[in-house]
């Protein structure tokens, strides 16, 4: 069932244009965004921040929200089940500062909330199965309150049809890359704000869908800290696989950064493997990313034995915190 929802990825983009009504917001000027989302929730959240980076916005994970926060800031809560308790202490704060919040949910608590808008998405999947329904209808929303200026309906829509296209080349590859995946200690470094968010979402991937401990950072901040301690323990350096994002619109001097950290670290760390995304802008670039680091997670999981919709860790200890209430 994992393959066909990670398959299903531009349906659910191209469906979730739809989701969206003319939602009025009058003549109210917002001159921030807050996100707050969890896991495979909350990471639509951040693909977007990333997307648009000259409008303040805050992707929050936690259950208090920034105390900056007030009337001219946009709420947006995205939580597919609806029950996310961190969300849903989220959504109480925002009510007692009277602030502005649309809701994003198939169902749940959440849901049956007031809120200025809401948006409903299809139930029955794994949060993290949902991104194309809980990523589409963002854009949208900040569109129609007035943050950004283009309609981005027909990008989203090219977006769908690239990946349609694409989608079957993805999976090969991802099928294929996936056997330097086993057994192996997973790393992942971008040098681009853009790709932050998609080297997060391989490695949430690799972690619920086949169950493996995988580490992501960016450059150039890993320059300045973890580049010393990489390779180390040496005792596994031959276990280790570093994965690299790349992006062809990022800054120069990361490009060279990034080269450079390959030539230092290559005869401790050789097992290197480069990910060049294709796509015409940076939102088919970033989602054919996304998408091929989904097929490799799957690809894993069934090379390993794992079954790759169960996360059981995550079930235990959502029972235990109930009972703890």
């Known amino acids: 069932m994992m393959r066909e929802i ?5 349906n659910q983009i191209s469906a979730a244009v739809g989701f969206v009504p003319d939602f009025s917001f009058g003549r109210k000027k917002y001159n921030s965004v807050l996100i707050c989302g969890m896991g495979g929730s909350g990471i639509s959240g951040e693909a977007l921040s990333a997307l648009y ?12 929200i920034p105390r900056f926060v007030d009337r001219s800031t946009l709420a947006v809560l995205i939580s597919y089940s609806g029950n996310t308790e961190e969300t849903l202490s989220n959504y109480r704060q925002l009510s007692k500062r009277k602030i502005d919040a649309i809701i994003l949910s198939s169902d749940g608590k959440l849901y049956k909330e007031k809120a200025l808008h809401k948006v409903k998405v299809p139930p029955g999947l794994p949060p ?3 991104l194309g329904y809980l990523f589409a209808p963002l854009p949208l929303i900040i569109h129609q309150a007035h943050l950004i200026d283009s309609d981005p309906r027909n990008e989203l829509l090219e977006l769908a049809a690239f990946l349609v296209e694409q989608r079957d080349d993805i999976e090969k590859i991802a099928r294929r890359m996936s056997k330097r995946f086993i057994d192996k200690i997973i790393i992942i470094y971008t040098y681009s704000s ?8 391989w490695r949430c991937q690799l972690n619920e869908n086949a169950e493996v401990l995988a580490h992501c950072n960016v450059i150039p901040e890993m320059n300045h800290n973890e580049i010393v301690g990489l ?9 280790t696989l570093l994965v690299f994002l790349h992006d062809p619109d990022a800054h ?3 490009k060279v950064r990034c080269q450079l950290v390959k030539a230092l670290i290559k005869s401790e760390l050789p097992d290197i ?9 940076a939102l088919q670039r970033m989602f054919w990313t996304i998408m091929l680091g989904d097929f490799v997670s799957y690809y894993l ?5 794992v079954d790759p919709m169960r996360v059981d860790r995550i079930d235990q200890l959502k029972k235990r915190l109930a009972k703890l209430k």
């Open 194 to 201: 853009l790709f932050i968010p998609v080297a997060n979402r």
């Open 53 to 64: 980076p000259h409008i303040q916005m805050v992707s929050n994970k936690d259950y208090d």
């Open 252 to 254: 120069r001097r990361n």
């Open 6 to 10: 990670i398959y299903s990825l531009p």
């Open 273 to 281: 493997l480069d990910v060049q995304p294709r796509g015409r802008t």
């Open 231 to 239: 390779g180390r323990p040496r005792k596994f350096s031959a276990d």
């Open 128 to 130: 993290r199965g949902a």
């Open 301 to 305: 999981a069934v090379a390993v034995g």
